[in-house]
Every structure is written in C-alpha cells, then in structure tokens.
Antibody, heavy 119, light 111 residues
C-alpha cells in the first residue's frame, strides 16, 4: 500500500524549534516531489513547502520562509520539516503530501501530525 | 494567485446535483499549455483526497458522478447526484504558479 506516516508533532512554546518527519512506503519515493501542507483547526488548507525529487528545487510559502526548512533522505524514504522560531499562528495539522508529477496534483496524503504552539 | 470558491456552503438533497465554482485571480494556463487546477474532497476527520486533476481528469477510484470543467480563470466541480458519503469540504488547488494555493473550501451538507 502507498502510505505516508507523519510523526513528531506536539505542544511547543513560542520561539522554540521542532522537527517533524514523514515516512513513505509503497512507491518510488526518490522519483517524486514532496510537500508539506498545513491546516489550522477548523480552517482551510495552506501549502507551506515543497521539494523536488533530488532536492534540486525547493519552495516555501512567505508565511514560513526563513523559519522553516524542508529536506529529504531518499535512501531512507523520509521527508523532514525543521520548524524554528515557532509562532502561535503555526498551530495546525501538518500533512505530508506526495506530488503526482506531470499531473500537477497531490495524490497521496498522510494522516497528519498536530503541532500546537502555545505558552 | 488567489482562488475564490463559491458557495461557502451547499445544502443538497440526496440524489440531487451540486455545483461548486472556483475563480482564480490569474489564468491558470501554464507556459507548457496545461492547466494545473485540481479538486480535493475532505471528509470529516480525514485528510484531503484527490478527486480531479488538470481540470477534468478523474483520479483513480473516483466515481463518475464527479466531473470538472472550465478554462483560464473559472472552473466548476459538479456532483451529478449527491450521496451521503459526499458530505465534506471541497477545495480547488492550483499548481501552475508558486506558491501553490488552495481555495477557501466549500462545505457540502445534506438538507
């Protein structure tokens, strides 16, 4: 089965750092771009970062640029998201998402990991 | 690129059709000629699920009661006959430009 499993979420104080992870299985991880999409409680979806298959191209939403870093380890089939200088408005479910490639869509979503930033 | 969905909420009778619109501030036609507009469904308590890509192509396993149309800046998702399992929030998404963006969502509920 094609699967993405996130981990590492939790309750963090403002200004602290957190790294969340995503383990992929069931597909050729090293052939696809991957993304992080977040969803604040009760609100809509926000794309926050994406990385090409070979890490050669990386993009961020303005809301996280300079604070968050996306990375991947193709040998381990892992996607990472280092989140620094956390703020209360970073509170959200963070989804790990697989890109379809040529179709320009997101075809596999993890169950998400909840990150709560609060003092 | 800002995507605006209407309506915000759509109460529908079972067996009746539903229609959701997605309007973009910019044409979503890529320089390669493709239009990277997709639709996703999020059932309560679940992650989103891909329904349609490149305007009108149904993803694997998606029932044929879901269809998409449109071009340029205006797009529509139609459900020909709404079933109980279709309850949830529907999002359009564009991948023509960075940063990628989603519409605000349309809630489909049963009357």
């Amino acid at each position: 089965d094609v699967q993405l499993v996130e981990s590492g979420g939790g309750l963090m104080q403002p200004g602290r750092s957190l790294r969340i992870s995503c383990k992929a299985s069931g597909f050729a991880f090293d052939e696809y771009a991957m993304h992080w999409v977040r969803q604040p409680p009760g609100k809509g979806l926000e794309w926050v970062a994406g990385i090409k298959w070979n890490s050669g191209s990386i993009g961020y939403a303005d809301s996280v640029k300079g604070r968050f870093t996306i990375s991947r380890d193709n040998a381990e089939k892992m996607l990472y998201f280092q989140m620094n200088s956390l703020r209360s408005d970073d509170t959200a479910i963070y989804y790990c998402v697989k890109d379809t490639g040529e179709e320009g869509a997101f075809d596999v979503w993890g169950q998400g990991t909840m990150v709560t930033v609060s003092s | 690129v800002v995507l605006t969905q209407t309506p915000l909420s759509s109460p529908v009778t079972l067996g009746q059709p539903a229609s959701i619109s997605c309007s973009s501030t910019h044409s979503l036609v890529h320089t390669d000629g493709s239009t990277y507009l997709s639709w996703l469904q999020q059932r309560p308590g679940q992650p989103p699920r891909l329904l349609l890509y490149k305007i009108s192509n149904r993803f694997s396993g998606v029932p044929d009661r879901f269809s998409g149309s449109g071009a340029g800046t205006d797009f529509t998702l139609e459900i020909s006959t709404v079933e109980a399992e279709d309850v949830g929030v529907y999002y359009c998404m564009q991948a023509t430009y960075f940063p990628l963006s989603f519409g605000g969502g349309t809630r489909v509920e049963i009357k």
